[in-house]
């Protein structure tokens, strides 16, 4: 490699490199590794400078040490040419479309009078046309793309059903191959959301927010990951409340406070700040309650006694295993791709209870785990795809965790009933970071009544309540459970606020009348973007 640029990649190729580069700039070489394997098993030959790598017989070590050599190195993708699909594009050649555009706000907004789409900007029309035909966009309102001021960072939000309230929903860092991919994810985790809402009966509706990835890793620098997060804090503020943003993925508790450093409309920052912290023992709780109710639901009696198999060690595993002690299970069987994670738990857990804890190291795509006999199985891990090819590996009767579960088609869920396997989504048990994250402006108690709420037998909307409702829904109609859930969810979410109904179409209107998308503010005097600049933060 004697130039100092790699040019004529494709997409995935430059996707790839830049992936394994910043694993390798962080000595993950675990991680790396696992990358270029699962990389390797959906394509049967990669290019790489020093030849090719297969999926069999592949040097982990050499293509490591091939990656690292290109931190001295640009990796720059080809000029995408002009007529090329801004669906196609990657989210940072999108963001150097809207530059050339001169575009710095846009967005697309369905108009409450007539029912259309309508795009801020006619270079937008393909976006707007994907939205429009996209089911995933059924009950959205609104779709807003921002480049960051100090940073020239993507960021969008999506919004769906605000009937129940103001949008609220977690913000992430991550990255995404094409603009349609980014599309389709802010789809679909906002109106997961909007229903994770509705199911918890909270006056909010749903929402998701998106920062892409700088291309070359610039989020790795402590000084301009704050500007991204300041850039995100008025990208909030001129929203005027259309979304209220919480801690997602690639996101932490010091990112959150520096966007609220520029708008209230933040809530996951630090309990020294008056925040509500970190939500993962209330996710855990939530999880157990869900358990036991499936377990009733089946006659099965209660965890006592049980068998539960933990897939990921990360902090809601781990206070898992804890819980489930207190709770006298027999035996707690983890499972985890980091071998440092299941040294943790082994640490905190001590000689006491090592008759009850077996612990297994496995590889990031590896399957076997899931054959484990037990009674529940309990996803933690980041996310889950179950299939038609790994469902009849279960053997379990309750699958029940906190992990974002997909299905290869949505006929996959239906297996689960056919193997006599009692599914809980995620849309149920995963309900409590957003509780905490919505109840943080109204004050914290030591023992909270409209958290424990949840928790408990009786209130119509706890946790265990919706899990047997959901689960007698799918039995009755003999649909799965994340369906009958995902309709309970759709009923709930129209009913109005009972205090402040149609709010959130009134400030999106007021959005799109001020021209918001000039960069106009009806609150500040002049152009409120280029004072945010020049105050320096």
Known sequence: MSSAKITNMGRFQVAFYRKILLLSKNYDSNSSAAYIRSFCSLQNQFPLPCGSIRSKGINISKSLQTVRQLNNYSIVSPKPPDNKSLLEKEPHDFCNFLKKEDIRRCYAVLDGNSGKLKVSHPQLEEIGRF????????????????????????????????DRGLAQGRVSLQTHCTMRDLLR???????????????????????????????????????????????FGDFLSSLNGCFVASEGTGITVTDMSHAYHRSRYVTGISEDRGGAGNPSAYTTQGVVVAMEAALDFIEAGTLEGKTVAIQGAGNVGQQLVAQLLDKNVAHIHVTDV??????????????????????????????QFLSYPCDVFAPCATRMTFDCENIPLLRTRVVCGSTSVHFGTPQDGLLFADMNITHVCDS?????????????????????????????????????????????????????????????????????????????????????????????????????????HNMGD
Request: charged share 25%; glycine share 8%.
């Open 428 to 532: 149920i048990t995963n309900r409590m970071a957003l509780v905490n994250f919505t109840n943080e402006p109204f004050g914290r108690l030591p023992e909270d009544p409209i958290i424990d709420r949840h928790f408990d037998r009786d209130w119509e909307h706890s946790i265990f309540k919706v899990t047997k409702r959901a689960l007698q829904r799918a039995l009755d109609a003999k649909t799965s459970t994340a369906k009958a859930a995902n309709e309970l969810g759709e009923t709930l979410s129209c009913e109005p606020h009972p205090l402040l109904p149609g709010r959130g179409r009134q400030l999106l209107d007021a959005l799109v009348a001020s021209e918001w998308r000039n960069g106009q503010d009806f609150w500040q005097k002049g152009d409120n973007l280029y004072w945010s």
């Open 185 to 231: 994810e802010g789809l679909y985790r906002s109106r997961h959301t909007g229903l994770q809402a509705a199911l918890a009966a909270l006056w909010v509706g749903g929402g998701k927010a998106i920062i892409a990835e700088p291309a070359h890793g610039e989020h790795h620098d402590p000084s301009f990951r704050e500007k991204i997060f300041l850039d």
């Open 338 to 367: 980091h071998q440092n994670q299941l040294d943790t738990v082994r640490t905190l857990h001590g000689d006491q209870v090592r008759s009850r804890m077996t612990y297994e190291k496995v590889t990031e795509y590896e399957q």
């Open 131 to 162: 939205c429009e035909l996209s089911s995933a966009f059924n009950g959205h309102t609104a779709v807003f793309f921002n480049r960051g001021l100090r940073t020239d960072v993507l960021m969008c939000i999506f919004l769906w059903k605000t």
